[in-house]
């Protein structure tokens, strides 16, 4: 019997932040000019990820996501990717990276085992890059992309968090880059989450916005007719060419995530938007066996009943949630420490 929520939703899919350093500071997530990080001595080894994706895969968990952060900022993460992928359970193994550091890993993280690679771009023009990233690493992050594209990864995807003003006019760009470098691209809603502290309503672009505007330059677009629990919708151009759209903001999945995160310092979060997590860490440096943590991972997920994005739908605020304040005092609650 698959271990449920209590919505009936399975436990599938683990992101694990393998680092909340990050060598960009974007506007739509890391905007304030300090941050708290978590101390050194918090963060997970290498053996004691690997020790926890065993008990969630003795749950039903069988795909995994490395992020931060930026992930490729941990030191040596070929060795974590190399184990993760030596585990028949994991069917799926994928990264989120934004780029910079990654024309000299390429080769490496696909050499390790690494199935799928995702790179945030959310824009081809070097002044908006700066603007937005507040670092001038357009070029790199292209690079490597370049690098990605030539390993033959099971997937490589583009990642764009689309913010009125910001780069709204270069939805079409973006994707006929995508097409360039046989990546598919998709546009994400910005989302009011915590770190997002100029997050508002009147910059969040929404699906029906980003279809419309796309119709316009390519004519008629259909959707895929997918069943699955992935965030994203797909979509087709009249030239067969597709891409995705996640629109956690205005039309969250709530109903079908099976998605949890592990922070870098052992927090189990249940639900991006969730207040508070499970710390993991503790039982597991106090010894626990992998029994013991699996039967813990059982009985947090089988009481599970977030829907976060759903309930912020329903506030109908337009202004950010998770006030700075509260992100001083707790960085777990920082977009860039769950890992995105
Ligand atoms: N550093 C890596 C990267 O840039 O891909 C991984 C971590 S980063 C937090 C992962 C992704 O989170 C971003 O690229 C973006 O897609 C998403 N993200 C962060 N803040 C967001 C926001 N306010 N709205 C929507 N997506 C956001």
């Not at 780029?99 to 995702?118: D, I």
């Amino acid at each position: 019997m698959p271990l449920l929520d209590r919505f009936a939703r399975p436990l599938r899919s683990l992101r694990i932040s393998v680092t909340d350093r990050c060598n960009l500071r974007c506007q739509y997530c890391m905007p304030e000019p300090e941050y708290v990080w978590l101390p050194r001595e918090s963060i997970l080894d290498f053996e004691e990820i690997s020790a926890l994706v065993d008990a969630f895969m003795d749950e039903g968990v069988d795909r995994v996501r490395i992020t931060g952060g930026e992930p490729l900022l941990r030191r040596n993460l070929p060795v974590l990717i190399e184990s993760l992928a030596s585990r028949q359970a994991i069917a799926d193994l994928a990264l989120t990276t934004n780029g910079v550091l990654l024309a000299p890993q390429a080769r490496t993280l696909r050499a390790s085992g690494l199935h799928r690679l995702t790179v945030s771009l959310d824009t081809l023009n070097r002044s908006t890059f700066q603007a937005l990233a507040r670092f001038d690493e357009l070029d790199r992050v292209l690079a490597g992309i370049d690098a990605a594209a030539a390993e033959g990864f099971r997937s490589l995807k583009i990642d764009t968090v689309v913010i009125r003003g910001v780069n709204d006019d270069e939805l079409v760009p973006l994707l006929e880059y995508g097409r360039r470098v046989g990546a598919e691209v998709r546009f994400i809603e910005y989302m009011d989450v915590g770190g997002a502290t100029r997050w508002t309503a009147d910059s969040v672009v929404s699906r029906r916005e980003i279809l419309a505007r796309l119709e316009a330059h390519y004519g008629p677009i259909a959707p895929l007719d997918e069943q699955t629990s992935a965030p994203a919708d797909r979509y087709l151009l009249p030239d067969a060419t597709s891409f995705g759209i996640i629109s956690s903001t205005t039309d969250p999945f709530c109903a079908s995530c099976d998605r949890s995160r592990l922070t870098a310092d052992g927090v189990w979060l249940l639900c991006l938007y969730a207040s508070t997590g499970t710390d993991v860490r503790r039982p597991l440096r106090a010894g626990a066996t992998r029994d013991e943590l699996q039967r813990l991972v059982e009985a947090v997920w089988s009481v599970r009943a977030d829907r976060g994005a759903e309930e912020r739908l329903a506030l109908d605020r337009e202004t950010t949630l998770i006030p700075i304040r509260s992100l001083k005092k707790d960085a777990h609650l920082e977009m860039h420490t769950r890992g995105g």
